[in-house]
């Protein structure tokens, strides 16, 4: 099977790289909705995790708490540079999320967030096809993404959000998904969701 073209995610990685030194201003509005993702992933002592898209590192630093063996894999190379000056983390790396610098079954938890939901349908089963094969048995992958909400107000803020970013901020790609449909056709089994901020889900599937 060929792999999905990448051109259209090379938009967004020139997003990151642009905004990196202005990351840690805008970072922490998004953290909540990471951490609770973090708490629904259910972390171990001794699990080997694999943060994708890390930006400064902060989802690795609290897996770290947990006493959790973690890597980090980024696409925006200016991202690594501004997380390695923030804190001190091991096991970085610059890759490609269609195809994972990693052995088969090498994770117990691989995590990301607002990373999938840059990526068309086809393109987001293509990166959890990847990360299943990554994940050790029984392991689990775990988004934190957008999604969308049935309220009124938040019908008007999501097309509101739609428009800001097919019309103003063209590189920022983010958008509301169903991820659970999308871990059922990659394989994943026992799929669980969980609310985590306005407008944000948590997804879990096991390998």
């Known amino acids: 099977m060929s792999k999905p073209k990448t051109t259209y995610p090379l938009k967004v990685q020139s997003f990151y790289n642009s905004i990196s030194h202005l990351y840690p201003l805008i970072s922490f509005v998004d953290n909540k909705a990471k951490n609770r993702g973090i708490s629904f992933s259910e972390?171990?002592?001794?699990?080997?995790?694999?943060?994708?898209g890390f930006g400064l590192g902060e989802e690795i630093k609290k897996y770290n708490s947990f006493g959790c063996t973690t890597y980090g894999?980024?696409?925006?190379?200016?991202?690594?540079?501004?997380?390695?000056?923030?804190?001190?983390?091991?096991?970085?790396?610059?890759?490609?999320?269609?195809?994972?610098?990693?052995?088969?079954?090498?994770?117990?938890?691989?995590?990301?967030?607002?990373?999938?939901?840059?990526?068309?349908?086809?393109q987001i089963i293509e990166i959890l096809k990847e990360m299943r094969r990554a994940l050790k048995p029984k392991g689990k992958i775990i988004s934190v993404n957008n999604t969308f909400d049935k309220g009124l107000l938040s019908r008007i803020l999501i097309?509101?959000?739609?428009?800001?970013?097919?019309?103003?901020?063209?590189?920022?790609?983010?958008?509301?998904?169903?991820?659970?449909?999308?871990?059922?056709?990659?394989?994943l089994r026992e799929i669980k969701q969980k609310k985590v901020f306005w407008a944000s889900e948590a997804v879990i599937g096991i390998k």
């Open 43 to 52: 972390p171990k002592q001794g699990n080997k995790v694999l943060c994708i």
């Open 73 to 122: 894999l980024e696409f925006s190379g200016s991202m690594i540079k501004s997380a390695k000056k923030r804190n001190t983390l091991k096991n970085l790396a610059k890759g490609n999320t269609f195809s994972l610098p990693y052995k088969d079954k090498s994770f117990d938890i691989i995590y990301s967030a607002y990373m999938i939901d840059i990526f068309e349908n086809a």
């Open 159 to 187: 097309t509101y959000y739609l428009f800001v970013k097919d019309n103003i901020f063209t590189r920022m790609k983010t958008r509301p998904i169903i991820a659970e449909d999308l871990f059922r056709k990659a394989g």
